[in-house]
């Protein structure tokens, strides 16, 4: 796994089990994104989305966090072998992260935030305008998404929800290629993919045969019927040692 050091803005390739904590960044792509060659080459501070990255770091530095993840620069596109490594692991990536940055470039954080507590924030934000913890948006991010806002609090009871409610979110997505739908996903099920960019929709049917293969859940089978609430038993799931801590940690991502 590739890491920027927030400092320096040096990329360091690191042995995933020693691994040092690091926080990620979520984003939406836009024009001129820095990739890997860029930050190689030097080219990186002619492009805008380097204004991305260096307010990244700033961000993650006032957090403590010596350590970054930014996909866009982060992986070496190139050889399709790293490329394939880092989509399957993907989510097991942003699993592990201390915390999750997500960026926004076309959201108004006056139009999600209390304005007394958006003020609050942005008296200690001096890069980007804060918008909110994951705690805070739960419910908004629920209701566009579609995911039960019990999973959200919790990454324990993703477990334990059915392949049909999983795949239920999945339409919801864009990307801008039509396999990345299907790639996307590939962490949420715990399974591991080829990566065939080409292949269109038949990429999602892959998908579909690989879940098949590695599960019992007969409600693939009907998973194009918008599932009634708890289908899944959801609120049946286990409760693990660690869930109040859990939901703490949780509460604390930051958007």
Known sequence: ?????TETLALHELYEASLPPYAILSHTWQDEEVGFQDMVSGKAVTKVGYA????????ARRGNHEWIWIGT????????????????SMYKWYENSQLCYAYLCDLSANETCPQEQMLEELERSRCWNFVGTEGML????SKV???????LSDKFRIKFT????KLYWAPMRETTRIEDLAYSLIGIFDVNMTLLYGEGKK?????????????E????????????????????APESENDQSMAHQNDEKEL
């Open 1 to 5: 796994m590739r890491l920027m050091h």
């Open 52 to 59: 991305k990255i260096t307010s990244a770091c700033v961000e």
């Open 73 to 88: 620069c982060c992986i070496d596109k190139s050889p399709s072998a790293e490329l394939s490594k880092a989509i399957n």
């Open 138 to 141: 739960r419910e908004s991010i």
């Open 145 to 151: 998404t579609r995911i039960d806002r019990m999973c």
């Open 162 to 165: 059915c392949v049909a409610q």
């Open 203 to 215: 990429a999602f049917q892959r998908l579909q045969g690989e879940i098949i293969r590695t599960s």
């Open 217 to 236: 859940d007969l409600t693939i089978l009907a998973w194009d019927v918008p599932p009634r609430k708890n289908i899944c038993n959801v609120d049946s």
